[in-house]
């Protein structure tokens, strides 16, 4: 249902305010971390809250929100994919039980696991298409701040440095964790509607 992907996608907006300020903490923190290892003298930062506000202090509020723009499509090419998929595999799998048995017994079985698989194939794939932008959103954030370089040089920098592989560095181990943790996520989602539902199956609710 397309309708899943339209949803995912308005989230984008919203959830990017927040997941920008998050990334360019974690992004300047890890290069920071990196660079101390070797010249602990030039460590900028003593942790999160202190890189937070040292960069306010440096270079205004607004300095947080660098690859805004590259998050927030970023966000949208994941979470639409991201809720169409699962939506999509969840119905599949259960569906597919469902021509399998009658039995209500094989039924809740089956479901414990379409949930986590569905879910984990969905973060997965999502990841798997929005990697290139999260790259690129990595490269604007890893700068010194304030950035020099915009997100349209990063990439070009990128592929004419290494390719369009160099778009998909390190993307074994994050897609590996998306499906771990899409998979845990929606599990927790679902069990949370059943409760709120009275402990009525998935089946019982089309409506």
């Known amino acids: 249902?397309?309708?899943?992907?339209a949803a995912g996608m308005s989230c984008a907006p919203v959830s990017a305010m927040v997941s920008t300020v998050e990334n360019v903490i974690k992004t300047q923190m890890q290069l920071d971390n990196v660079k101390a290892q070797t010249q602990p003298q030039r460590q900028q930062f003593t942790s999160s809250w202190n890189c937070f506000t040292t960069l306010i202090r440096t270079n205004g509020f607004q300095i947080v929100y660098t690859g805004h723009v590259?998050?927030?499509?970023?966000?949208?090419?994941?979470?639409?994919?991201?809720?169409?998929?699962?939506?999509?595999?969840?119905?599949?799998f259960l569906h597919l039980?469902?021509?399998?048995?009658?039995?209500?017994?094989?039924?809740h079985l089956n479901h414990k696991v379409a949930v986590p698989v569905a879910g984990g194939?969905?973060?997965?794939?999502?990841?798997?298409?929005?990697?290139?932008?999260d790259c690129i959103r990595a490269g604007v954030q890893g700068q010194t701040l304030p950035p020099t370089k915009?997100?349209?040089?990063?990439?070009?920098?990128?592929?004419?440095?290494?390719?369009?592989?160099?778009?998909y560095?390190?993307?074994?181990?994050?897609?590996?964790?998306?499906?771990?943790?899409?998979?845990?996520r929606f599990s927790a989602y679902e069990f949370a509607l059943w409760v709120i539902r009275g402990g009525r199956h998935y089946e019982k609710h089309h409506d």
């Open 169 to 184: 560095a390190g993307s074994s181990a994050s897609i590996a964790r998306a499906f771990l943790v899409s998979g845990s």
């Open 70 to 92: 590259v998050n927030t499509i970023r966000e949208m090419t994941f979470l639409g994919p991201y809720f169409f998929l699962y939506e999509g595999f969840r119905e599949t």
């Open 97 to 107: 039980n469902d021509n399998s048995t009658s039995t209500t017994t094989s039924i």
């Open 1 to 5: 249902d397309l309708r899943n992907m």
């Open 150 to 167: 915009g997100a349209i040089q990063v990439c070009k920098e990128l592929v004419q440095t290494r390719g369009i592989r160099g778009l």
């Open 121 to 133: 194939l969905a973060g997965a794939s999502s990841w798997f298409i929005s990697f290139p932008l």
